[in-house]
């Protein structure tokens, strides 16, 4: 498989320098497997500054009417119907999964941290914290799908913080279960099965952005980015949420928790996240994963999102994923851990 890139040119007559010629370099590079593409900017233009908000004194102030906060949770989340989840919520750990009072699928759910988790730097994930809310995710989608056999597309997303599409400050994930693809579901699982193994492959001996293997999770730092910062993981044994399994989930939500570490330590505290589900038993299809950072929030901050990434469905970024996977380190790695 070849990683596909094209590098364009672009000279102004820079006013900061007498107006002599300068020349910056843009560079397009091609997903491999659903074939969008990506502007790598080629000198960093300060577009994603760290944050620099006291976030703790806002987590103060919207806590006070927060819904997911300590007691109110229970008062104020709804319950799903018996013959979807037996006990109305799903708790692991801290960790409580409930039916999202607006839904955006055939069955929506919330999951929260934990009720006293309103303020959860990212510095402070840890693989129990994360594990204990993926977990409430995937029985989740078990009992949505036995509810409904027709509902077999099911993933876990996150919006953290408002720049991220977030309406609440306190940090949850979502999951949807849905008879119907999202479009990026679709994409993803058009794909040819040998293409996603194809692409591990070429990452894997190109060893710029090849992050490590936990064990059954493959990371790296994708090609093509769809936004700032983004890595994307690799999971060949299993195809829908439904299918992780107890120890998967554990070494999933360590690999979820040291990205998000990693954000931390290069400024940022927003992030998106979504784990791409086909129907259970997709032969060949790997459960994936991608996970970006968002513009941090502050009282005049620039988004990220523009007519590049909303409308032409392609991002401009000056965050290298090169440059990414060389901070990332080897803290993906395991030792002897397998291949795909």
């Not at 690999?255 to 990693?262: E, K, S």
Request: proline share 8%.
């Amino acid at each position: 498989m070849e990683l596909t890139r094209r590098v364009l040119r672009a000279g102004v007559l820079d006013p900061n320098k007498d107006f002599t010629l300068q020349e910056t370099e843009v560079e397009i590079r091609w997903d491999p497997l659903t074939g969008h593409t990506a502007r790598v900017l080629g000198v960093p233009r300060g577009l994603m500054p760290p944050n620099d908000e006291d976030l703790e004194a806002i987590a103060g102030k919207t806590a006070e009417s927060c819904p997911f906060c300590g007691d109110r949770l229970e008062a104020r989340t709804p319950r799903f119907p018996p013959d979807v989840v037996t006990e109305g919520r799903i708790h692991r750990g801290q960790a409580v999964l409930f039916p999202n009072l607006f839904a955006y699928s055939r069955f929506s759910a919330v999951s929260v941290y934990g009720p006293e988790l309103h303020y959860l730097p990212l510095a402070q994930m840890t693989w129990e914290l994360v594990s204990d809310n993926l977990a409430t995710q995937a029985a989740f989608a078990r009992a949505a799908t036995a509810s409904d056999p027709a509902a077999q597309w099911a993933s876990i997303n996150a919006n953290h913080m408002l720049p991220s599409g977030s309406s609440l400050f306190h940090p949850h994930l979502q999951g949807s279960v849905d008879p119907v693809p999202t479009t990026m579901q679709r994409l993803l699982v058009d794909t040819p099965a040998d293409r996603f193994r194809a692409y591990l492959e070429a990452e894997q001996d190109a060893g710029e952005r090849y992050l490590g293997s936990t064990g059954r999770v493959h990371w790296l730092a994708s090609f093509a980015p769809l936004a700032p910062g983004e890595l994307r993981a690799l999971m060949f044994d299993v195809a829908s949420p439904v299918d992780l399994d107890d120890d998967l989930v554990q070494e999933l939500g360590g690999g979820i928790a040291t990205a998000l570490n990693l954000y931390a330590e290069l400024g940022f505290e927003s992030f998106n996240l979504a784990l791409y589900g086909a129907p259970p038993g997709s032969d060949g299809y790997p459960l994936n994963l991608r996970m970006a950072c968002r513009s941090n929030l502050k009282a005049m901050y620039r988004a990220d999102a523009t007519y590049f990434e909303r409308l032409h469905w392609e991002a401009a970024v000056d965050i290298a994923p090169e440059e990414l996977a060389s901070r990332a380190g080897e803290r993906f790695c395991r030792p002897n851990a397998s291949a795909p």
